[in-house]
């Protein structure tokens, strides 16, 4: 039988990022093997309730993952969050405290985003928030080239993925 997409999605990854400047919080969430940022949640607070959302929608279209590596903020670390996991099967793999080398994809994304796109942009509202990033996350996935997956885009790369094991 051949393989679907999300059996090629490897470990998600998720941490929070605050834009102080802007009093926002934004959760982007990245697959580690294709590089793909599924999405990018903006708002001025973001809690357990909220994560389960984000995790729910993504779900529906790429599928649940073995286990999903989160840092140990308090929207992660919650009983929602926590009985959500649970219930589908997937394992909440908490980096070290103090380790951000655990989630190495995570902080390099979220170094490369807050770069070329936080501190690129003046935001009006969140409506505005929301419209920029997403733009930037699509343009993240299917414009620009990533040498660490052999100077493809993610969506390139997970395409050609999808047809070596089709």
Known sequence: MPLKLEDII?????QMLQDRLNEIRLLPIIDTFTKECFWIEADTSI???RVIQV???IAAIHGLPEQIVVDNGPEFIS???DAWAYARGVKLQFIRPGKPVDNC???SFNG??????LNENWFINLDHVRTIVEAWR?????????????????????????AKIA
């Open 105 to 107: 994809y995570m902080e």
């Open 10 to 14: 490897d470990i998600p990854q998720f």
């Open 79 to 81: 009983n929602a969050v």
């Open 138 to 162: 699509v343009d993240y996935n299917q414009t620009r080239p990533h040498s660490s997956l052999g100077d493809l885009t993610p969506a390139e790369f997970k395409m050609q993925a999808l």
């Open 47 to 49: 809690g357990g309730q």
């Open 112 to 117: 490369r985003f807050r770069d070329e796109c």
């Open 55 to 57: 995790l729910t929608r």
